[in-house]
């Protein structure tokens, strides 16, 4: 890791200390520390009232019980949480994960994250993240149902469309907005669409929505390759996970040119070096929810699968690696390997992919890095452009709807290097994105009082 300003050391060891067993959100904010060093030596005023050591601690943590009835008659129980990170900015916003893995400290790692993140879009949304350690793998549409119902029963009393509006993440997709919604709209008797963005088109969801992170990624990393003179065309591209995120990733990749050559899940990766054919991926995960080896087994010639413990999906020569999965899913390793395999352009698509070793490597061998707080924002933008179509009860076009998210990439890359350049880093985008969205968080924190 990288070293924190001596200024910024007390302030990285009380969080440590306060927040015990939660290496992820260590990792992310000792991440956005080492960036402002650069800030506070030019503008010793953000030390002042406690700023930093504010934005470092929630607004607001609750965590709760969600019991729900199984399709054998049995109880069960999970744990379920909602981390209201920031709202200088507007509402807290940030997406809802369901994954066995989820804990607090994960939670609040996204959070944090996710403060960061909105504040680059330039929309009026503060951040926040939620989830539970449910499980969705193996449940019957009927177990998912009564488990977001519960879920709501208990999370709606801290929602609202001018408090906290959740949406997707790893897990939660189409069905499970639309189960928590339905669930949200009994509980208060109102059709607050505004409360949960991701919904589907036919209730006041936003077209382009589905494959905005996904997109966004794509036009982050073109932005970084046009500053060298290239593009898509021809590419080797490999892409980590086959959900939402790696799909539309893969998608739009294609669109530009490029070749997807390899995607997995938690079981291992397939590689298809004639390209991923998108429409038998999309049925095998999206309608079947299948694991990714039945690709492999559907495409027959050409295609084969490595399960998870023979190696990792970075093993494929690329020139564009473009990770979708999950935290800390890309090594130091894997980076060398990358590296040695001639990489010349990272996009995370996911949230904190890379370890910090992971990211060195790439610094230090000048491949260009995007990253998920900045490449990974087009989610949560296109969110706010459907609380826009709610609160205007308005609906646009898929074109008018891309081109917004097109412009708001553009401007979030171009906002990184132009920050990077200032602040003496040129090309370091994960400098420039720690550094613009801190500014405009504490800026508005700044004015609001000690609150
Ligand atoms: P999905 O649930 O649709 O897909 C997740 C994919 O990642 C699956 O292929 C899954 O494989 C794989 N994966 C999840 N956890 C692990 C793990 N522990 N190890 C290996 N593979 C794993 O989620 P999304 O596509 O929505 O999210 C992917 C990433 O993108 C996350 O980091 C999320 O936070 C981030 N993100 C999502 C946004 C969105 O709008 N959805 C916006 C911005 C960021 P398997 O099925 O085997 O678990
Ligand atoms: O990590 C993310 O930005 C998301 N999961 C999307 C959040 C949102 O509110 O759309």
Same mark, same amino acid.
């Given at each position: 890791?990288?070293?924190?300003?001596?200024?910024?050391?007390?302030?990285?060891?009380?969080?440590?200390? #306060?927040?015990?067993?939660?290496?992820?959100?260590?990792?992310?904010?000792?991440?956005?520390?080492?960036? /402002?060093? #650069?800030?506070?030596?030019?503008?010793?005023?953000?030390?002042?009232?406690?700023?930093?050591?504010?934005?470092?601690?929630?607004?607001?943590?609750?965590?709760?019980?969600?019991?729900?009835?199984?399709?054998?008659?049995?109880?069960?129980?999970?744990?379920?949480?909602?981390?209201?990170?920031?709202?200088?900015?507007?509402?807290?916003?940030?997406?809802?994960?369901?994954?066995?893995?989820? &804990? =607090?400290?994960?939670? @609040?790692?996204?959070?944090?994250?996710?403060?960061?993140?909105?504040?680059? %879009?330039?929309?009026?949304?503060?951040?926040?993240?939620?989830?539970?350690?449910?499980?969705? @793998?193996?449940?019957?549409? !009927?177990?998912?149902?009564?488990?977001? +119902?519960?879920?709501?029963?208990?999370?709606?009393?801290?929602?609202?469309?001018? %408090?906290?509006?959740?949406a997707g993440?790893?897990?939660?997709g189409g069905?499970?907005i639309?189960?928590?919604?339905?669930?949200? @709209?009994?509980?208060?008797?109102?059709?607050?669409?505004?409360?949960?963005t991701g919904k589907a088109l036919?209730?006041?969801g936003s077209r382009a929505r589905t494959e905005a992170t996904g997109y966004?990624?794509?036009?982050?990393? +073109?932005?970084? /390759? +046009? %500053?060298?003179?290239?593009?898509?065309?021809?590419? @080797?591209?490999?892409?980590?996970?086959? !959900?939402n995120v790696?799909i539309y990733?893969?998608e739009?990749?294609?669109?530009?040119?490029?070749?997807?050559?390899?995607?997995?899940?938690?079981?291992?990766?397939?590689?298809?070096?004639?390209?991923?054919?998108?429409?038998? /991926?999309k049925?095998?995960?999206d309608?079947?929810?299948?694991?990714?080896?039945?690709?492999?087994?559907?495409? $027959?010639?050409?295609?084969?699968?490595?399960?998870?413990?023979?190696?990792?999906?970075?093993?494929?020569?690329?020139?564009?690696?473009?990770?979708?999965?999950?935290? &800390?899913?890309?090594?130091?390793?894997?980076?060398? %390997?990358?590296?040695?395999?001639?990489?010349?352009?990272?996009?995370?698509?996911?949230?904190?992919?890379?370890?910090?070793?992971?990211?060195?490597?790439?610094?230090?061998?000048?491949?260009?890095?995007?990253?998920?707080?900045?490449?990974?924002? $087009?989610g949560?933008?296109t969110s706010?452009?459907e609380?826009?179509?709610?609160?205007?009860?308005?609906?646009?076009?898929f074109?008018?709807t891309?081109?917004?998210?097109?412009?708001?990439?553009?401007?979030?890359?171009?906002?990184?290097?132009?920050?990077?350049?200032?602040?003496?880093?040129?090309? &370091?985008?994960?400098?420039?994105?720690?550094?613009?969205?801190?500014?405009? =968080?504490?800026?508005?924190?700044?004015?609001?009082?000690?609150?």
């Open positions: 890791m990288n070293c924190i300003d001596e200024k910024l050391q007390p302030i990285f060891s009380e969080v440590t200390r #306060r927040n015990c067993g939660e290496p992820e959100f260590h990792q992310a904010v000792h991440e956005v520390l080492e960036s /402002l060093g #650069r800030v506070v030596a030019k503008h010793p005023h953000f030390l002042d009232q406690a700023l930093i050591e504010r934005i470092c601690e929630p607004e607001r943590q609750v965590i709760f019980r969600v019991p729900w009835v199984d399709d054998s008659g049995k109880v069960q129980i999970n744990r379920a949480f909602r981390v209201q990170f920031n709202s200088a900015l507007g509402p807290y916003k940030g997406g809802m994960r369901f994954h066995p893995s989820v &804990n =607090v400290g994960i939670i @609040k790692f996204l959070g944090f994250e996710q403060t960061f993140k909105n504040a680059l %879009t330039g929309m009026p949304i503060g951040g926040g993240k939620g989830g539970s350690d449910f499980d969705p @793998k193996g449940k019957s549409d !009927g177990e998912i149902m009564r488990f977001c +119902q519960s879920l709501m029963t208990e999370l709606h009393r801290h929602l609202g469309e001018y %408090t906290d509006v959740p993440d790893i897990g939660v069905r499970e639309g189960y928590m919604f339905g669930q949200y @709209k009994r509980l208060t008797n109102r059709y607050e669409a505004g409360v949960i036919a209730y006041g966004g990624n794509t036009y982050f990393v +073109q932005a970084m /390759l +046009q %500053t060298k003179g290239t593009d898509f065309e021809g590419k @080797k591209v490999v892409v980590s996970g086959s !959900g790696a990733t893969i739009k990749v294609q669109s530009f040119g490029g070749k997807v050559i390899a995607c997995s899940d938690s079981s291992g990766y397939v590689v298809d070096e004639g390209g991923i054919d998108l429409e038998l /991926l049925e095998v995960k309608v079947r929810r299948e694991r990714i080896s039945e690709y492999a087994k559907a495409k $027959g010639v050409g295609t084969y699968f490595i399960s998870a413990d023979k190696g990792s999906v970075w093993d494929v020569p690329c020139d564009v690696a473009m990770p979708s999965a999950t935290q &800390n899913e890309l090594s130091g390793k894997d980076a060398d %390997t990358l590296v040695k395999n001639r990489v010349i352009a990272v996009g995370e698509g996911a949230n904190m992919p890379s370890t910090p070793e992971a990211i060195q490597v790439f610094q230090t061998a000048e491949v260009l890095f995007a990253p998920g707080k900045a490449a990974n924002a $087009g949560v933008a706010a452009l609380m826009q179509q709610n609160a205007s009860r308005d609906s646009w076009t074109e008018q891309e081109e917004r998210l097109a412009t708001i990439m553009r401007n979030i890359h171009d906002t990184c290097a132009a920050t990077a350049e200032e602040y003496g880093a040129p090309g &370091n985008y994960v400098l420039g994105a720690n550094i613009a969205g801190f500014v405009r =968080v504490a800026e508005a924190m700044q004015m609001l009082g000690v609150i």
